[in-house]
């Protein structure tokens, strides 16, 4: 705390505290939808007090640069106080520009990518008016039935954790005119809702939760994260947003983290559906008791905590703390100085969508789209006469990803646009199906035929609709939809130079697609610029780099399913996994084996692996160790390789994964260049939850591996001794 912040606390009346710890929607402060004495909308069951609502902290949903300077000036017109709210926003892929969905981002394994991109998010935000976005999200997902494994990085607690701190350092930079405050979500363990359903429960060891879902949100709390937001499930059996062990005891006192914590929407009022609390006066109990500051859209602190001081249940001193977090946070911003902050009108309107901003949102694009199959037809050859764009994605800007922001459809590239940017008036358009999973209509796909036959090559759209994933968007068919199938395979009859461009918020069960498409390129929900990155790729414009950072199933049977497992005491050999093998943890009907394996990704060119080194075969834990490998360009492109680097502890007081990300570095080499990647190997990366939940490493044999993807062989072997 400063001297000022505890200056003006001093000054506040315990209701005034109170209401800084509330968060109600932005639209209750815009004078054309409301009135002094009343409050419509989602806000009116708030019961809110009608004068005390303009000392409420901080609100959310705010959406450009006029709203909000029109709240703002009601806001503080009517405030006794004249404290200014925080604005604030789920800016997730971008703000006005959007780029690929999180999931995406990490496939491009380049931390200062996703630092760029938070960035330039942050600017188009700060200039709207918007102080604190609600992102990242950092949940661990192992199961693509969840809508939301499209705001995450994916299923590798490292990758996770390097994804957190690059976009924690984008969107809060130096604090300045063009950053904003990031509030890492969800806390904790939200990604490993019981059969990947949304707000579902989840029941874990305190190991698997400290080994594989904290460490993400750790990184992001070490890298300066302002705020933590709580997630809606329970742990242990007690809803986060009041679980005292995860929020007082780990984020807090053993993390030292001295930020804002704010509830997700509506979570306080939860508690007593999931049967933790008996009232709303209970739930803000607990919520204090476990070191809640802020209650979004609820108002159980505004309602309750009064006449709990006044029982002696909560002190004043426990809200004084949770006060002062948010009034810190204020001067951080800059908002105590000027309470308009960076909003600007026009400045906003020249930056959005402005050239270098979509050039950044293609390169994005392009290094996050994954080349899943290639039967030697890409890229395409810019010199052919007819282009066919085929499918229900090939011509919507709605490619632009769930949890959009502020980005619009009309003003993201589609396919087609992208296309004939490119190529021009050759290129051709036909819708062949509609893009609705219980779609059965079939009569589009005559004419999508007569196009393809008449075309040298097709591009071939497919995948689901974007607003398939994201919150509360969980599924239990997670293949494409069987109309989509009968037009890949009509047009296949007619022309077999066909490239599928697959649009998705999730991992798919695609082996059919698999089997029947000649190549298949995985361009996520791209942003903005996805058309015209998509149209790049296929023709050679520029090269797939992407690396899938969460497993594809053969089939939705297989989940939750994810590279980094333990093995069992009857272990399916990997040179058995196509066979039936009796008494082995393993299926009847399918190999263990997963479609497209964690870091899985092809390129146009070639890279050979070669001279894989290790500078020993002995480390004590004051010492290092080196592996080194060659990796070296043998193809025709110049193009990006994400060079892996993972561990494995051969025994251990607990079982260990059969491996573990430990590093990754993307190189780019020019056809014939090599360049040796080296890895350096330290004591503390080897450490992990021991059986008597100590975080030490323990004597032993571990082996390294360097390679392409999650499914590389060891290489050598060293001792810590």
Not at 17 to 37: A, F, G, M, V, W
Request: proline content about 4%; some cysteine.
């Amino acid at each position: 705390m400063s001297e000022r912040t505890q200056k003006i606390l001093e000054g506040m009346t315990l209701e005034e505290k109170i209401y800084q710890l509330e968060q109600i929607t932005t639209s209750t402060y815009l004078p054309e939808c409301n009135r002094i004495d009343i409050v419509t909308g989602p806000d009116s069951a708030l019961k809110l007090d009608k004068e005390l609502i303009f000392e409420v902290g901080t609100s959310l949903n705010l959406v450009g640069a006029e709203t909000m300077i029109q709240a703002h000036d009601y806001y503080m017109e009517h405030s006794k106080q004249k404290m200014p709210p925080l604005f604030m926003q789920d800016v997730i892929h971008g703000h006005r520009t959007l780029y690929p969905i999180n999931l995406g981002v990490a496939a491009s394994f380049d931390r200062g990518l996703a630092k760029d991109l938070a960035a330039m998010a942050a600017k188009e935000a700060s200039l709207d008016g918007v102080s604190v976005t609600f992102a990242p999200m950092v949940d661990l997902v192992r199961d693509p039935r969840w809508g939301r494994v499209m705001e995450s990085s994916g299923e590798d607690p490292y990758l996770n954790g390097e994804m957190a701190r690059a976009t924690v350092e984008g969107y809060q930079g130096d604090m300045g005119k063009y950053n904003v405050a990031a509030c890492v979500k969800h806390f904790a363990a939200y990604g490993a809702a019981e059969a990947g359903r949304d707000y579902n429960t989840v029941d874990m060891s305190e190991r698997t939760l400290r080994e594989y879902y904290l460490p993400a949100y750790k990184s992001a709390v070490d890298a300066g994260v302002k705020m933590v937001m709580t997630a809606f499930n329970i742990v242990d059996g007690v809803p986060c947003v009041g679980n005292k062990h995860l929020v007082k005891e780990i984020l807090r006192d053993e993390w030292g983290f001295d930020g804002v914590v704010i509830s997700d929407y509506g979570a306080f009022d939860e508690m007593v559906i999931h049967g933790a609390s008996e009232d709303q006066k209970d739930s803000a109990r607990l919520a204090m008791e476990a070191g809640c500051d802020i209650e979004m859209m609820t108002s159980c602190y505004a309602r309750y905590l009064k006449e709990l001081v006044a029982e002696g249940k909560i002190s004043e001193e426990q809200i004084d703390r949770s006060v002062l977090r948010i009034l810190d946070l204020k001067e951080t911003l800059g908002v105590l100085d000027n309470s308009y902050r960076s909003v600007n009108v026009e400045e906003s309107k020249r930056v959005q969508l402005c050239p270098e901003h979509r050039a950044l949102a293609r390169k994005a694009a392009e290094e996050s789209a994954v080349l899943l199959k290639n039967d030697g037809i890409l890229p395409f050859c810019k010199d052919v006469n007819r282009v066919a764009v085929i499918g229900p994605l090939g011509a919507t800007g709605k490619i632009h990803g769930s949890w959009h922001c502020g980005g619009r459809a009309e003003e993201t590239v589609s396919v087609l646009d992208g296309m004939k940017a490119l190529l021009g008036d050759k290129v051709s358009y036909a819708p062949g199906c509609p893009i609705e999973y219980d779609a059965e209509d079939t009569s589009m796909i005559d004419e999508a035929c007569r196009l393809a036959a008449e075309s040298d090559c097709v591009v071939l759209c497919l995948g689901e609709h974007q607003d398939y994933s994201g919150e509360g968007n969980c599924m239990t068919y997670i293949d494409l939809p069987e109309v989509q199938y009968q037009l890949l395979d009509r047009v296949l009859a007619v022309n077999k130079n066909v490239a599928v461009a697959l649009f998705t918020g999730r991992p798919l069960a695609i082996s059919r697609l698999d089997h029947t498409a000649p190549a298949i390129l995985n361009m996520w929900m791209p942003g903005t610029e996805g058309g015209s990155a998509c149209a790049n790729l296929l023709f050679g414009e520029a090269v797939p780099s992407g690396k899938i950072t969460m497993t594809f199933p053969r089939t939705l049977g297989q989940c939750p399913i994810y590279y980094n497992h333990y093995t069992t005491g009857r272990p399916k050999l990997e040179e058995d996994d196509l066979k039936r093998v009796l008494y082995t943890s393993s299926y009847i009907d399918s190999p263990n084996s997963p479609l497209y394996p964690f870091g899985y990704g092809l390129s146009y060119t070639d890279f050979e692996y070669t001279d894989h080194q290790l500078s020993g075969t002995a480390m004590t834990a004051e010492g290092t160790l080196t592996a080194s490998v060659k990796v070296k360009n043998t193809g025709k492109y110049r193009a990006k390789e994400a060079v892996q680097f993972y561990i494995r502890d051969v025994k251990g007081s607990c079982v260990r994964p059969v491996k573990e990300l430990k590093g990754f570095e993307k190189i780019e080499l020019a056809p014939g260049e090599e360049k040796t990647v080296t890895f350096t190997i330290t004591e503390p990366m080897l450490r992990y939850w021991t059986q008597n939940l100590t975080h030490r490493s323990e004597k032993g044999t571990f082996q390294v591996f360097i390679g392409k993807d999650s499914t590389c062989k060891p290489f050598a072997e060293f001792e810590l001794v």
